[in-house]
């Protein structure tokens, strides 16, 4: 199941799994698109009996690479310095929602996926997830809010009453193993109802925190100096 771009000859070169004989026993999809849904500031949006997929991460790639955190965060070091801060920055959401309120998503499945499937980042409010099939997903399958909410001195810019209810997420994380299934960071009301998850990993579910109050150039918190 290993492949490798030779960028100089323009050929994937592929290494089959034991039981892919030739060429036309594998089905292969090389996505190139890192969002396939990106909501910000909207409201009442809703999916259903949907399923998405093949979508891809590309910055672990970058020669910035991708450096494990804990709790699906990395570490974006962009030291001068011995003095400067390296901020942890959350694995990104192929389905990304900032500053939305009651977006749903019911009986969607969402497979193939190169980073988190859903993120409700900050300011996501009254949202869901129900129903929802999450197989093959590299990162977490739902992440929930950021780490500077609790700077958030506005009600209505904090993360708060959202739900993932009655899902299934089957070996997920299968790349970035030190995300968990289902992540809520600073939140408020974030509920988790009826979910079946198995072959995690890391930790099934991680609920609320942060490092310090300082805020970083991407928005959230930065770790401690290194």
Sequence with gaps: GSFFHDSAADIVRY??????????????????????????????VSFSDLTFEHATWLLPSTPAGFVDDQAGTHVLCRRTSRNDYCPLIPVPGNLHFERSKSVSFTNCSFEHLGAAAVYFDIGCQDSLVSRGNFTDVSGAAVQIGAFSDYNQSIAANRTANNTVEDSTVTGTPVEFHGSAALTAFITQGTTFRHNEITDTPYSAITLGWGWTTDVGEHGYSCCQRV
Excluded: F, K, N
Excluded at 29 to 34: D, I, T
């Design 15 to 44: 290494a089959p799994r034991l039981g892919e004989t030739s060429p036309s026993s594998v089905d292969a999809v090389l996505p190139l698109v890192e969002v396939l849904v990106h909501g910000a500031d909207v409201s009442a």
